[in-house]
């Protein structure tokens, strides 16, 4: 029996408003060149927002935006009830504790070489003040939680890419975000890997987790997400159920994405 048929104890996701996460008016740009344009977006509690869209449309510098790894140049944004951002600063005073509210998954795990999988996810709770007793039980208990109890003493470089990114989702929800973010979590994945990945993403769904993905599997947006942003030029052109942005879209440009992925997949 796998580690994942062993482990069927949901993730206990945190009582959170009714809204998750709100942006308004969020303009961004890097070198004077406008990256995100008036981008709006609402996140409830519980939803899968996906995220899809061409490389360099903004998707990436949205989502880093959302727990202040880019600060915007405008915005009003608000995350489990608390503004963090509003016109052209920030109004949160502690930007750790945002990040602990926030998990982030990186597209190329962002774990340290020199610490086992259940080291790294202990860190960020021993930094937050846990007990080395509690981080060491709720580190082992993600890892069985993402199929990876039997892999706890192994460093990043004995794994392969898609376990190491389950170990970065374990120590994601190591400190019991409000939202998790995902960007583009598969793409450094072979075809095997991914699944197991996606896989972990479904139950967590499952679980009612708030989460952002930028992502390019668009049949897994079709399936798991609840709705469906896509982002051209730095603006949301089109949003909406998964049903009707990728199977009924009305932009022109999204037509023509869509069209695009089709004739490479």
């Given at each position: 029996m796998t580690d994942a048929a062993q482990e069927t104890t949901a993730i206990v996701v945190p009582e959170q408003p009714e809204v998750v996460v709100r942006i308004e008016n969020l303009s961004k740009s890097f070198d004077g060149r406008l990256v995100l344009d008036?981008?709006?977006?609402?996140?409830?509690h519980s939803k899968i927002v996906a995220i899809i869209g061409q490389s360099g449309g903004g998707k990436t510098t949205l989502l880093r935006c959302v727990n202040l790894l880019e600060r915007p140049d405008n915005a009003t944004m608000e995350v489990a009830g608390e503004t963090i951002f509003a016109g052209d600063r920030v109004t949160?005073?502690?930007?750790?504790?945002?990040?602990?509210?926030?998990?982030?998954?990186?597209?190329?795990?962002?774990?340290?070489?020199?610490?086992t999988a259940v080291e790294n996810v202990m860190l960020a709770q021993l930094k937050a003040g846990v007990s080395e007793e509690d981080a060491l039980d709720r580190a082992v208990k993600l890892l069985r939680r993402v199929g990876l109890a039997h892999r706890g003493v192994a460093y990043p470089e004995q794994m392969s890419g898609g376990e190491q990114q389950r170990v970065a989702i374990a120590r994601a929800l190591a400190l019991r975000p409000s939202v998790l973010l995902f960007d583009e979590p598969t793409s450094s994945l072979d075809p095997e890997s991914t699944s197991e990945v996606l896989r972990v993403m479904r139950e967590l769904a499952d679980d009612g987790m708030t989460m952002i993905l930028?992502?390019?599997?668009?049949?897994?947006?079709?399936?798991?997400?609840?709705?469906?942003?896509f982002v051209d030029g730095g603006r949301i052109v089109e949003e909406g159920k998964?049903?009707?942005?990728?199977?009924?879209p009305r932009e022109p440009r999204t037509k023509a994405f869509l069209a695009s992925y089709a004739a490479s997949h």
């Open positions: 008036d981008v709006h977006l609402t996140v409830h949160i005073r502690n930007l750790a504790k945002l990040r602990q509210s926030v998990g982030m998954v990186f597209q190329r795990f962002n774990l340290f070489p020199h610490l930028v992502t390019h599997e668009l049949p897994f947006a079709r399936d798991v997400a609840d709705w469906v942003v998964p049903a009707d942005v990728l199977g009924k």
